[in-house]
């Protein structure tokens, strides 16, 4: 079966970095998007990674390796707005999105 | 504001009951999708619609069923509500297969 794995939550401090792996097992591939979900709203998107290597957006990047079926998405200087759930999610074969459970992140002063 | 909208934003339903939640986009996306999200569960995919004419089941689609006579339209039909359907509804588009999704507010729906 096709599977997504995250951690559940995380804890960071503000002005820190954080990390979020993600981890896929999939049919095929089309491309690993992550997108962050503040508690009560919908999800929006942060980035996409087809190719290997690391994407960069102002404080946050995202990386993929393919070969290994893996993603990280890096958060530089926290802030108290960053506190969220972060939801990773794969394009198969088909175009399907496969979603994770997503991380919450909590960002403490 | 372009983008998405949903309709309702909650709803208490009795067991039994038909509902239909509402969906709109103004993005001229050829590509929408209904999720439900549940906790402790990524999004599921209900139904899809590639194109106005044409839709497709998706992971979870039984008790659901769609309609795309538009582009701009996809409304979810709960034909006989029942419990396990309590969740939080998600609408969403994109512009191709490749493209990111756009999500509408999300309908929380409670069937008791």
């Known amino acids: 079966g096709q599977n997504i794995d995250q951690p559940t939550e995380m804890t960071a401090t503000e002005g820190a970095i954080v990390q979020i792996n993600c981890t896929y097992q999939t049919s095929g591939f089309n491309g690993l998007f992550w997108y962050q979900q503040h508690a009560g709203e919908a999800p929006t998107f942060l980035s996409y990674?087809?190719l290997d290597g690391l994407e960069e957006k102002g404080r946050f990047s995202s990386f993929l390796s393919r070969s290994k079926g893996y993603s990280y998405l890096l958060l530089k200087e926290l802030q108290m707005k960053d506190s969220a759930s972060y939801l990773c999610a794969v394009k198969d074969s088909n175009y399907q999105l496969i979603w994770g459970a997503g991380t919450k992140l909590i960002i403490k002063p | 504001t372009a983008g998405i909208t949903q309709a309702p934003t909650s709803q208490i339903l009795a067991a039994g009951r038909s509902m239909t939640l509402r969906c709109t986009q103004d993005?001229?996306?050829?590509?929408m999708y209904w999720y439900r999200q549940d906790l402790g569960l990524g999004l599921r995919l209900i139904h899809y619609s590639n194109t106005a004419g044409t839709t497709g089941k998706g992971e979870v689609p039984d008790g659901y069923s769609v309609s795309r006579a538009n582009t701009d339209d996809f409304p979810l039909t709960l034909a006989s509500a029942v419990p396990s359907q309590t969740s939080v509804y998600f609408c969403?588009?994109?512009?191709?297969?490749?493209?990111?999704?756009?999500f509408g507010e999300g309908s929380r729906l409670t069937v008791l």
């Open positions: 969403a588009s994109s512009d191709s297969e490749e493209g990111e999704l756009f």
């Open positions: 990674n087809v």
């Open positions: 993005m001229r996306h050829n590509a």
